[in-house]
């Protein structure tokens, strides 16, 4: 099994391209899988970490609800964004500076063929990454990210996930507010849940700017030691 994992800082990249690299990322894992079990080899299949920042876009996941979206195809225009309907699962959810995203391509068969424990461990990394800045995080329950102020009328949102699986390998993950522009949450009902907040970590620890290099690698840290595995290419 492969525990090694692959590290790419796309830096800022439009949605659209990064979800078609993402695609044959992951196109690339599925057909050698597919070629091993057909050939009975054992070729190691590649596992990769994404990371980038998008201009601002608005997505909504194969299960979610168009009227999550407030805008107008004009008002979208005039903010500056784009949208897309995208095949993770889960709503609608925004993307924009300020925002770290992270997308694991990982074949779960190197690791553990589990979709929910992957997506507790996903989230794990970001609640242990935000306990260093000493924010106490945690769970909503029926409700994927990681949240502050759980179980009471302060809860709000500070990472989103939407993951999609096919033949054990991942693509899409989450996005952490760190030092992104709130309003624009605004214009949507994140992840279709109505009467929650959204924050960010730079809001929460009342500073203007949060260093989002440190940020990424106290992520990276986290995940690697929760999936046993390497990075490698940093």
Same mark, same amino acid.
């Given at each position: 099994?492969?525990?090694?994992?692959?590290?790419?800082?796309?830096?800022?990249?439009?949605?659209?391209?990064?979800?078609?690299?993402?695609?044959?990322?992951?196109?690339?894992?599925?057909?050698?899988?597919?070629?091993?079990? /057909?050939?009975?080899?054992?070729?190691? %299949?590649?596992?990769?970490?994404?990371?980038?920042?998008?201009?601002?876009?608005?997505?909504?996941?194969?299960? $979610?609800?168009?009227?999550?979206?407030?805008?107008?195809?004009?008002?979208?225009?005039?903010?500056?964004?784009?949208?897309?309907?995208?095949?993770?699962?889960?709503?609608?959810?925004?993307?924009?500076?300020?925002?770290?995203?992270?997308? #694991?391509?990982?074949?779960?068969?190197?690791?553990?063929?589990?979709?929910?424990?992957?997506?507790?461990?996903?989230?794990? !990394? =970001? =609640?242990?990454?935000?306990?260093?800045? $000493?924010?106490?995080?945690?769970? !909503?329950?029926?409700?994927?990210?990681?949240?502050?102020?759980?179980? %009471? #009328?302060?809860?709000?949102?500070?990472?989103?996930?939407?993951?999609?699986? !096919? /033949?054990?390998?991942?693509?899409?993950?989450?996005?952490?507010?760190?030092?992104?522009?709130?309003?624009?949450?605004?214009?949507?009902?994140?992840?279709?849940?109505?009467?929650?907040?959204? %924050?960010?970590?730079?809001?929460?620890?009342?500073?203007?700017?949060?260093?989002?290099?440190?940020?990424?690698?106290?992520?990276?840290?986290?995940?690697?030691?929760?999936?046993?595995? !390497?990075?490698?290419?940093?």
């Amino acid at each position: 099994m492969n525990k090694n994992i692959q590290l790419q800082d796309l830096g800022i990249k439009g949605y659209k391209e990064t979800w078609e690299f993402q695609e044959e990322l992951f196109k690339e894992v599925v057909d050698l899988k597919i070629q091993n079990r /057909r050939n009975e080899t054992q070729i190691d %299949t590649p596992n990769y970490f994404l990371y980038v920042e998008h201009p601002h876009v608005y997505t909504l996941g194969k299960s $979610g609800d168009l009227s999550n979206l407030l805008l107008s195809e004009k008002q979208l225009e005039a903010k500056g964004a784009t949208f897309y309907k995208i095949n993770r699962g889960g709503d609608i959810t925004y993307h924009g500076p300020g925002q770290i995203v992270g997308y #694991p391509i990982l074949d779960l068969e190197n690791f553990f063929t589990d979709i929910h424990k992957y997506l507790r461990l996903l989230e794990e !990394s =970001i =609640i242990l990454t935000l306990e260093e800045y $000493g924010l106490v995080c945690g769970r !909503s329950d029926g409700e994927t990210g990681v949240w502050l102020g759980v179980g %009471t #009328p302060f809860a709000r949102k500070i990472c989103a996930m939407g993951v999609r699986a !096919s /033949r054990w390998v991942t693509m899409h993950g989450f996005a952490l507010n760190v030092n992104a522009d709130l309003g624009y949450f605004d214009n949507i009902i994140p992840c279709g849940i109505r009467g929650k907040a959204v %924050t960010s970590l730079n809001v929460e620890l009342g500073v203007e700017k949060v260093d989002e290099t440190e940020v990424k690698a106290k992520i990276l840290k986290h995940f690697a030691i929760l999936f046993e595995a !390497s990075f490698i290419g940093i």
